[in-house]
């Protein structure tokens, strides 16, 4: 129950805070760097 | 030294019966029980049994010590990671292979082999050897094992299987009937952290680990762990140290001309600069590294991938496609699956960002969630298709995804 309440809470938050309007697609470069340093040998 | 099972072996290699043998020195029953090891025997028996054999019993334990200092020889080359110098010491050895299953050190040699395996690279000769070694675990001395449980985490994290490896370092760590853990066991213990991203641990491990090192003088053990601090350095948002790790260990490295440190260290100086989102000076250290790399290796694979990302992150979205082309069909020769998945990811994306995140959500993720060792790239993969979505007005899902990151 509590844990339903939570998702259509989210849901809610999630409708609220996006622009109806914006269908662009998300751009890549936009989010956080992959890490994929090269670790020293074993 | 196993006389018993030394005269056994050479009476038989000579072809001899027990009667040739033990005639004029004792009796074929007391002969029996000596190969057997069932009766302790005189040194004088033992001495004319071995003058029979045309053994030398002063030679024996001459060799046997030989077989001790070259097994020291061997762990200190291990231990300041001296590639070059193991060879000659492990061809020594092996010239003695004969001999070694009749002295005391016969698990030390074993172990100590399995150790050498790993070093080298030679993984499945390794795991053979460590099923060898795992049929004998219960004539280990307490030493013995706790050298085998070591070389078992040294070859988990070789595979790449680090939530294992961790867990069996940690056990040995809190043991307390096993030895003051060394140098090389902490740096191994901040590899691993490293790994599973856990970059506070592997900071704290791996500063224990450099002042033992340095300690003893372990010069390229030094440099390495420099690096992984770096790389634990720049994780943790901290950047001057990541940048001070970096740039001493380029200054040592060109200096000393560490032809295979270098372009890893370029790497990682990348990869700090990536961080910093500095994405131009990331692709300049990027194509520093790649420069210096033979093609076909794993390491020029998460090269070329970040010289990649990075010039899409630019915008350069042609040299980003040509990149990712180039590492999709690498990774298909070198057998790297993660790698292939991910530039086929870009691949798509540049064509249709739609394709693209199905495509994420039918192959990378089921896969990346699979080897249950890539947190940061399912975190980053989760927080964008919650963002497609999103945008999509399709939010059930957004949370979905969102959900999973936490």
Known sequence: MKKAFILLFSVALLVLSSPVSSAQPVNVADATPTDHPILPPV | MEFGALIKFYRTQKGMTQAELAKGICSVPHLSKIENNSKEANEETISLLLERLEIGLEEMDEKEGLIQTLLGQLGEKINYYLKDKIDEIY??????????????FIHTYELYKYRYLLFKGFLAEAESQKDLLFKQKKNFSQHEEYLFRYFNAVCLITKGQYKAADELLEALYIDPSNDRPNAE?????????SALEQSGHAIHFGKMALQLFMNEHNFFRILHTLMMLGINYTQSNIYEEAEDCFKHLIRNAELLKQDKLLPQIYHNMGYLQNKKKNFKEALSYYEKSLALQPINNPHYLVTLYSIGENQYALQETAKAKECFQVVSSLAKELGVKKYRLLA?????HIVSPEKAFKYLESKVIPYLEATNEHHNDLTRFYKMLSDFYSQQGTYLEAVNYLNKIT
């Open chain 2, 91 to 104: 061809q020594k050895l092996q010239e003695m292979e004969h001999i070694i299953p009749f002295s005391k």
């Open chain 2, 185 to 193: 066991f902490f740096y191994h213990r901040a590899i691993v952290k």
């Open chain 2, 344 to 348: 086929d990811f870009y691949i798509f």
